[in-house]
C-alpha cells in the first residue's frame, strides 16, 4: 500500500531534479494544480493514471520508485549534476540509498552564479544566504 506522505516526498524530489514548481509540475504532466496540493500534503493517494502521467513525461523515474521508494532515482544520472546538495539529502531522506556518490560526482556549473539561497521552515519563518 502507498504511503501518502512518503510519495509526496517522492514528488518533491521529482520537482526539485527538474527545478519544478508545484504548478509547473502539474502543467507539464496535464493535471489540475489542486492534485498536486493534495497530493503533497498527502491528503490523498495518487491515482493509477497520475501515477503513469508522471512515469510516461519524466523518463528518468522509476515506477517502484515512485510508488514504494525503492529502486533508483533518476534511473540514468547525468554526469553532469545540477541538483543542490538538498536534494540530494531529500533523496536519502525519501529512502532511496542507491544513488552513487551524487554529490562527489558533481560537476559544478561555471557558466551559473548562486545569488541567494532561502530555507522556508514549517513554522513560517525563513533563513535567506546571500552571496
Known amino acids: ?74 534511473i540514468n544520472p547525468s554526469p553532469v549534476s545540477e541538483k543542490t546538495d538538498d536534494a540530494i539529502e531529500k533523496n536519502k531522506l525519501a529512502g532511496n540509498t542507491n544513488l552513487s556518490q551524487e554529490k562527489e560526482n558533481a560537476v559544478p556549473s561555471t557558466d551559473k552564479v548562486i545569488e541567494r539561497i532561502v530555507f522556508f521552515y514549517k513554522d513560517g519563518s525563513f533563513k535567506e544566504y546571500n552571496s
Open 1 to 74: 500500500m502507498i504511503n501518502n506522505l512518503e510519495f509526496g516526498k517522492r514528488l518533491v524530489i521529482i520537482m526539485d531534479y527538474f527545478q519544478l514548481s508545484a504548478s509547473a509540475f502539474a502543467d507539464r504532466i496535464n493535471v489540475q494544480r489542486s492534485s498536486i496540493s493534495h497530493l503533497l500534503s498527502g491528503r490523498n493517494r495518487p491515482s493509477l493514471d497520475f501515477v503513469m502521467k508522471v512515469v510516461k513525461e519524466f523518463e528518468e523515474v522509476e515506477l517502484y520508485w515512485l510508488l514504494n521508494g525503492k529502486g533508483t532515482f533518476p
